[in-house]
């Protein structure tokens, strides 16, 4: 075992003590598990396609840099973006097992990324080795689970102002003011929401022009968060 190898190793298990799927477990240990099993790391550069819709899913897929991106596309050919998974988060956990254990979307990388696959049998043997990795796992599919089914019915059964003002009144919160810069562009949004980008830019200038917020670019203040609150159907 090289140096440097063992040098990179260690960094990507200091990396790992954050993920929720090794919530309860310092480095030593997780350091300790990946030496007695075999895994394998992948690198993808930016906007290459690390899994097709519907190939299978046969390891349990932990980001250990960098973050990727899943889409959809519908019969227009036009992309909906679904979900941001970020550094030491998991790959579509819930499709590991159950009947159709393949990848309903595209995942796409944002930028350079490493990804640490561990196959079926050998992630079932550190589960029944470490039951914590167990309800961490279950944890991981619930939470994932609760968010998409948020986001069915922000995305879904919202208007796209409604989508806008949940987004802004969302970062508001995390940053604990009212003037804050956006973290993604129209563009961004618009394959989120799945609508097209002048519609987004349309509900931008709509609430600038009641005075419900202000913007420069994509800096944003909210004026009413009571106005921008009744926004969200």
Known sequence: MSFVWYFK????????????????????????????????TSQYKKNDIICRAGDDVRSLMIISKGNVRTEMLDATGSIFRMDDIYVTQIIGPGFLYGDNNVFPVNVVSNCDVSIISIQKKTFEYILAKHPK????????ISNKTQFLSQKIKNVFLQSIEGKIAIYLLKIAKQTNSMEFEMEHSQTWLAERFNVARPSIARVFSHLKSKGIIDSDKKIIKILDKRELMRCVN
């Open 9 to 40: 190793f260690k960094n990507m298990i200091t990396k790992l003590v954050n993920s929720p799927f090794f919530v309860g477990f310092n480095k030593e240990q997780i350091l300790e598990i990946f030496e007695s099993i075999h895994y394998s």
């Open 133 to 140: 990795l167990m309800i961490n796992y279950l944890n991981v």
